[in-house]
């Protein structure tokens, strides 16, 4: 099955100029996305919209046996598991309707990891960490990301 032919991998709705205006739409006030890699299953996804892109953060592959001990552990055992994502590399985005739960819409999107030394993460983990619902201290989060998590932002691109 090539890319083209997956189930996950098209623009819908299929007009790219409509699918963006609603994913845009629909992107600002959702809490959750479905990211979709060819061969694989969607996985739903916590995020933020933050500055045009939605910012994620995730556990490391290696988590749980490099995890640390102490609190730090404590904050990783919630991270959510992504899917393996590549920096620079497509993944396809969707969001469902609140309501049915139906397809909403679905674009391509450009997968970017985002390190503590590049200028966005102080302002990209800020917001994550605030928006994080169930964290005892929102301001240890980026730290405690920095040395044991992922964060990503993936921006949305032409379907």
Do not use: C, F
């Amino acid at each position: 099955m090539s890319v083209a032919d997956h189930p996950h991998t098209a623009t819908y709705p299929s007009d790219p100029t409509t699918a963006r205006t609603v994913a845009l739409a629909v992107a600002r006030r959702a809490k959750v996305l479905w990211l979709h890699r060819p061969g694989g299953p969607p996985r739903a996804a916590w995020y933020v919209w933050h500055e045009g892109q939605a910012w994620l953060v995730g556990r490391r592959p290696e988590t749980p046996s490099g995890a640390p001990a102490g609190p730090a552990a404590d904050e990783l055992t919630l991270e959510q598991q992504l899917p393996e994502l590549v920096d620079g590399g497509q993944i396809w985005v969707s969001w469902r309707a609140k309501d049915t739960g139906a397809l909403a819409v679905r674009l391509p999107g450009m997968a970017h990891q985002v390190h503590p030394e590049d200028p966005e993460w102080i302002g990209g983990t800020a917001v994550l960490a605030n928006a994080r619902l169930n964290a005892a201290d929102p301001r240890r989060l980026p730290g405690v990301w920095a040395d044991h998590a992922q964060v990503w932002r993936v921006a949305l691109t032409e379907g």
